[in-house]
């Protein structure tokens, strides 16, 4: 379905961006690759699908670097035709004990870098009368958790910017929609199940069932493979007129 097309998913070195990339990937799209971390293995994971891979380490917090990585995905592809906003980072803390630099961070790499990214593809994605925008955002786009501060504003960014995003391209070939997940098992969610099992003294998987129930009534994991599946029905010809969701796949988190 994405055979000749280009996909740059920022972050997609782990986690959720890796699985989106992995899903456009074998659906036959050209992957840029972004992130920091181990670059080879999971270059390598893509490659085997038979696509073209090339990689740009910009760091999302800095817009000169963003610039860069476009410029650098039109020169090895021709341009763009899906961009997957994704690179994120966390910090958990009440506001009165927020690190500002935290807070700065936050809202640069997991907001202010969508609009970066956003702002250098959208021309050539206008000027072939197609193309995808997929910022993932989160269920804490939709809804608030205490300690989050950072994260929460910075993702109810990202689902306003995609609701404009959207509205201004809305009579174009161009549609912009964001992924809305719970709670999913990668690196980032990791940690906050590390630091429940310090703080309470839980087993790692006691520590997980405990983050599950307080948020997620299915009690299950979403998966990043279920996360590629929705990008990839952003990118069909089903997703043409879809334009502006925020679309929660959170085992009924937002439901409550
Ligand atoms: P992860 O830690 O596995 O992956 C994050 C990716 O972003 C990595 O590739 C990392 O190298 C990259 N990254 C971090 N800082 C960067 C920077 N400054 N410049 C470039 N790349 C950078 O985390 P994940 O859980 O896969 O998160 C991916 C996205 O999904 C984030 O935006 C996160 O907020 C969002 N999300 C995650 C969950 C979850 O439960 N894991 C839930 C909802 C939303």
């Known amino acids: 379905m994405l055979k000749g097309?280009?996909?740059l998913v920022t972050g997609s070195t782990s986690g959720i961006g890796l699985g989106i990339a992995k899903a456009l990937a074998?659906?036959?799209?050209?992957?840029?690759?972004?992130?920091?971390?181990?670059?080879?293995?999971?270059?390598?994971?893509?490659?085997?699908?038979?696509?073209?891979v090339a990689y740009h380490g910009a760091d999302m917090s800095k817009p000169a670097e963003i610039e860069a990585?476009?410029?650098?995905?039109?020169?090895?592809?021709?341009?763009?035709?899906?961009?997957?906003?994704?690179?994120?980072?966390?910090?958990?803390?009440?506001?009165?004990?927020?690190?500002?630099?935290?807070w700065d961070a936050i809202i640069a790499i997991n907001m202010s870098s969508a609009f970066h990214a956003t702002r250098a593809a959208l021309p050539a994605m206008q000027a072939a009368g197609w193309g995808r925008i997929i910022n993932v955002a989160s269920?804490?786009?939709?809804?608030?958790?205490?300690?989050?501060?950072?994260?929460?504003?910075?993702?109810?960014?990202?689902?306003g910017l995609t609701k404009v995003t959207a509205l201004e391209n809305a009579t174009t070939g161009v549609t912009c929609n964001a992924i809305c997940p719970g709670w999913v098992l990668t690196p980032l969610v990791q940690k906050q199940?590390?630091?429940?099992a310090a703080a309470l003294g839980l087993s790692n998987d006691e520590a997980k069932k405990l983050l599950l129930g307080e948020k997620e009534?299915?009690?299950?994991?979403?998966?990043?493979?279920?996360?590629?599946?929705?990008?990839?029905?952003?990118c069909s010809p089903a997703g043409n007129n879809v334009r502006g969701v925020a679309w929660n796949m959170d085992g009924g988190w937002a439901a409550q």
């Open 193 to 196: 199940v590390d630091a429940k």
């Open 26 to 52: 074998a659906q036959g799209a050209n992957i840029v690759m972004n992130g920091f971390g181990d670059v080879d293995s999971p270059k390598a994971v893509i490659e085997a699908l038979g696509v073209q």
């Open 139 to 159: 269920v804490h786009g939709l809804v608030a958790s205490a300690e989050k501060s950072a994260y929460v504003t910075a993702k109810h960014g990202v689902v």
């Open 217 to 234: 009534p299915s009690l299950q994991f979403t998966t990043p493979e279920e996360l590629g599946a929705l990008a990839v029905f952003f």
């Open 69 to 102: 990585m476009m410029k650098f995905a039109a020169e090895q592809f021709g341009r763009v035709d899906v961009l997957v906003n994704n690179a994120g980072i966390q910090h958990v803390a009440r506001i009165e004990n927020f690190p500002p630099e935290r």
């Open 5 to 7: 097309k280009t996909a």
